[in-house]
C-alpha cells in the first residue's frame, strides 16, 4: 500500500502551478502539515513517538510524502525561541503559558541569535535525503502572529494593543527580524524551491487582530518574506486558517503572495476562492477536512473529481486538503482523494 501513488517527482510541475506559467503535465499534491500519528499508521512505523533527532526520523519522513506522489516535501522548523514546558497546540494564546508581560520581561527574554535563529540542519539533513527531481518548500514554523500570541497570551495581546502598543510594536520587529533572517537563508538553499509561512489569523467568522492592526504588524511581514523569495526567483506560499474575506486583497496585492493554503466549506470553499480571486493568485488544497473525515471512499473521490473540475481547469491549483492530515482522519480516505487525483492525470 505504501508505494502505490509514488511516481518520479518532478518539483518544476508544481512551481508551473505557483507562477502560473502554464499547465503542469500532472496534477500536483500539497499539504501544509501531517501529524505525527498520522505518518506512523500511513508509514507503519513508530513515528509518532520519534524526535527530530532521532536516526530514522527524517528519512521516514521524506518517503512519507514521496510514496504519496508528492513532488516537493512540506516543511517547517520553529525558531529557537523557548516556551514553557507543556505548552502547545491545545494551549496556543493561553495566558497560563506567557512568557512576556512587561517591556522588562522582553529585555530579559533569552532571544535567540538572529543570524542562527532556527535548526537549519534538519533542512540539510532532508535535502540530503531527496532523490532527484523533488525539493523542499521550505519555511518558519509559526508565523509572527502566532509567535507573539502565544507568547504575550491572546488576552495579553489584545490588551497590550491598546494599554501598551509600544511592547506589541517591539514583540512583532523582533519576531519578524528573526523569520525573515532565517527566510533569507533558506531561499539561498538550492534544494529549497519555495517559502512557505503558516500563521492562523483567524477563526470561522473573523481575523483574530482587526484588519488595521494585521496591516500595521503582520501583512509588512510577509511583504518581505515574498521579496525575499522573488529575489531568489522562488514563490511564497501563505498557510492561514480563519475568515480572511476582508484583508484577501492585501494578501494579494501588497502582500504579493503567490499562493493561499487553508480552506473550509463552512467559511469559504476553495472552489469560491478559485472563482473570486483565481485571476490573480493560486489556490493549494481546499478537500475539507471535515468532510474526509465523514464520508464514504466513493463520496470522497467524487468530492475529488468535482474539485478538480472546478479549481484545476487552468492547470493553477494543486490537491490536498484544507488543512492539514491530523491524528484522527482516516488514512483510507486521504489516500482515496489522491488517488483519484493521481490516477486522472497518470503521466
Given amino acids: 500500500m505504501f508505494n502505490i501513488l509514488r511516481r518520479q517527482p518532478d518539483y518544476t510541475q508544481f512551481l508551473k502551478v505557483l507562477w502560473r506559467r502554464g499547465k503542469p503535465d500532472h496534477?500536483?499534491?500539497?499539504?501544509?502539515?501531517?501529524?505525527?500519528?498520522?505518518?506512523?499508521?500511513?508509514?507503519?512505523t513508530h513515528f509518532d513517538k520519534m524526535t527530530?533527532?532521532?536516526?530514522?526520523?527524517?528519512?521516514?519522513?521524506?518517503?512519507?510524502?514521496?510514496?504519496?506522489?508528492?513532488?516537493?516535501?512540506?516543511?517547517?522548523?520553529?525558531?529557537?525561541?523557548?516556551?514553557?514546558?507543556?505548552?502547545?497546540?491545545?494551549?496556543?494564546?493561553?495566558?497560563?503559558?506567557?512568557?512576556?508581560?512587561t517591556l522588562e520581561d522582553f529585555e530579559k527574554y533569552p532571544w535567540p541569535d538572529e543570524h542562527n535563529p532556527i535548526e537549519f540542519k534538519y533542512f540539510e539533513t532532508v535535502a540530503a535525503?531527496?532523490?532527484?527531481?523533488?525539493?523542499?518548500?521550505?519555511?518558519?514554523?509559526?508565523?509572527?502572529?502566532?509567535?507573539?500570541?502565544?507568547?504575550?497570551?491572546?488576552?495579553?495581546?489584545?490588551?497590550?494593543?491598546?494599554?501598551?502598543?509600544?511592547?506589541?510594536?517591539?514583540?512583532?520587529?523582533?519576531?519578524?527580524?528573526?523569520?525573515?533572517?532565517?527566510?533569507?537563508?533558506?531561499?539561498?538553499?538550492?534544494?529549497?524551491?519555495a517559502l512557505r509561512q503558516g500563521d492562523d489569523?483567524?477563526?470561522?467568522?473573523?481575523?483574530f487582530l482587526r484588519p488595521e492592526h494585521l496591516r500595521k504588524y503582520v501583512f509588512p511581514i510577509y511583504r518581505q518574506i515574498a521579496e525575499i523569495a522573488h529575489r531568489e526567483g522562488k514563490p511564497f506560499i501563505l498557510h492561514s486558517c480563519g475568515n480572511l474575506k476582508e484583508v484577501y486583497q492585501d494578501l494579494i496585492e501588497y502582500c504579493k503572495i503567490d499562493g493561499k493554503h487553508s480552506f473550509e466549506d463552512v467559511i469559504m470553499p476553495v472552489s469560491e476562492f478559485k472563482r473570486l480571486y483565481g485571476d490573480r493568485i493560486t489556490p493549494l488544497g481546499g478537500l475539507d477536512v471535515d468532510f474526509l473525515c465523514r464520508?464514504?471512499?466513493e463520496e470522497i473521490k467524487a468530492y475529488t473529481r468535482d474539485l478538480i473540475e472546478?479549481?484545476?481547469?487552468?492547470?493553477?491549483?494543486?490537491?490536498?486538503?484544507?488543512?492539514?492530515?491530523?491524528?484522527?482522519?482516516?488514512?483510507?480516505?486521504?489516500?482515496?482523494?489522491?488517488?483519484?487525483?493521481?490516477?486522472?492525470?497518470r503521466r
Fill in 201 to 207: 489569523l483567524g477563526y470561522k467568522t473573523s481575523t
Fill in 27 to 44: 496534477l500536483p499534491f500539497y499539504e501544509h502539515y501531517a501529524s505525527p500519528g498520522f505518518i506512523a499508521r500511513r508509514t507503519g
Fill in 129 to 193: 535525503l531527496l532523490p532527484e527531481g523533488a525539493k523542499i518548500v521550505g519555511g518558519v514554523a509559526m508565523g509572527p502572529y502566532e509567535w507573539v500570541s502565544r507568547m504575550l497570551g491572546t488576552v495579553g495581546l489584545s490588551y497590550l494593543l491598546y494599554d501598551n502598543p509600544e511592547l506589541v510594536g517591539l514583540m512583532f520587529d523582533k519576531i519578524g527580524r528573526l523569520i525573515l533572517s532565517a527566510d533569507r537563508q533558506l531561499a539561498s538553499m538550492d534544494s529549497i524551491c
Fill in 310 to 345: 472546478k479549481c484545476f481547469y487552468d492547470g493553477y491549483w494543486a490537491l490536498g486538503t484544507g488543512n492539514s492530515l491530523p491524528n484522527y482522519m482516516p488514512v483510507e480516505n486521504y489516500i482515496a482523494a489522491l488517488e483519484e487525483g493521481f490516477n486522472l492525470f
Fill in 295 to 297: 464520508s464514504t471512499k
Fill in 52 to 101: 527530530p533527532e532521532d536516526e530514522n526520523y527524517w528519512r521516514i519522513y521524506v518517503d512519507f510524502w514521496l510514496g504519496m506522489g508528492f513532488d516537493c516535501v512540506p516543511m517547517e522548523v520553529p525558531l529557537k525561541c523557548p516556551l514553557p514546558k507543556g505548552h502547545g497546540k491545545l494551549s496556543e494564546g493561553s495566558e497560563t503559558f506567557v512568557v512576556i508581560r
